[in-house]
DNA sequence: GCGCTTGCATTCAGATTATT
DNA sequence: AATAATCTGAATGCAAGCGC
């Protein structure tokens, strides 16, 4: 069970498991992590001539469109974790990539599940690529307990691969999604990203409170911090809030 | 004008290096 | 040895520049 040493690729082993996530870096919405699952290299082909690929090369309404037909087309599993739950794994695993892992471990063994049912006659060695900030370790772990074995391939761009990038689109659109809902239950646009969200966490605080906040951002984001310190709820730091104040490496310009 | 690319902004964790 | 600081590399969005 390799664990994907450096330039090992997932070369001809059929069938593949991509999988990726969605909203670790936005602030207001969900976390989401989809995988999906490609058969053989004919379809790999089809994803790829069908213009599927990174998410972020894509327009949101191209990733909106192009996820209705990897649904329709290919054996999927989206694991959503709604803000407010994300917050509770946060303060359990203090950690975003224990969170990352648990989840990416979640859908793929979901998937795992529904093509052994699915798909007759299934390769015994099945090769799962993730993106290489995706720990390895809790995935393995998770898949271990399966009589399958599992091959886990981390690459530093494996959203190069079809099926990462079929995941990517999923997982990118149901974020989108979400957020819209999110929106419409709060009757205020939430910004993607975390670039410009304070002043909507403001309005959203000052109208709602802060039990809103928890309901629909990433509360160990800074921005946070910000608010809190901005409306007197928190004095300023002297020290980093969630670990090392230093954390920033480098300068911002 | 539109679409693609590039650069820069934000976030994060982990590894490495420097200091006490 | 322990702690602090720095660097690296992953994600995201947005805006500007460029070519068609």
Known sequence: MGNGAPGEGPGERWPRLGSDEAGKGDYFGPLVVAAVAVAGPPEAEALRSAGVTDSKRL??????????????????????ISPRRYNELYDQMGNLNRILAWAHA?????????IEREWAGLSPEIVVVVDQFAPVAVL???????ARQVRVIQHPRAEAAPEVAAASVLARARFLESLARLGEKWGIKFPKGAAHVLPVA???????GEEALRETAKWHFRTTEQLLVEVGQRPCRTAGSSGNSSKRGKPAG
Request: net charge positive; charged share 40%; hydrophobic share 40%.
């Open 59 to 80: 327009g949101d309404a191209r990733c909106r469109e192009l996820s209705v037909w990897i649904k329709k087309s290919f054996p999927h599993e989206v694991v959503e």
């Open 106 to 114: 979640r859908a793929v063994e979901n998937l795992l599940g529904s």
């Open 140 to 146: 393995e772990r998770a898949l271990f307990a399966r």
């Open 202 to 208: 403001r309005e959203l605080y000052a109208r709602e």
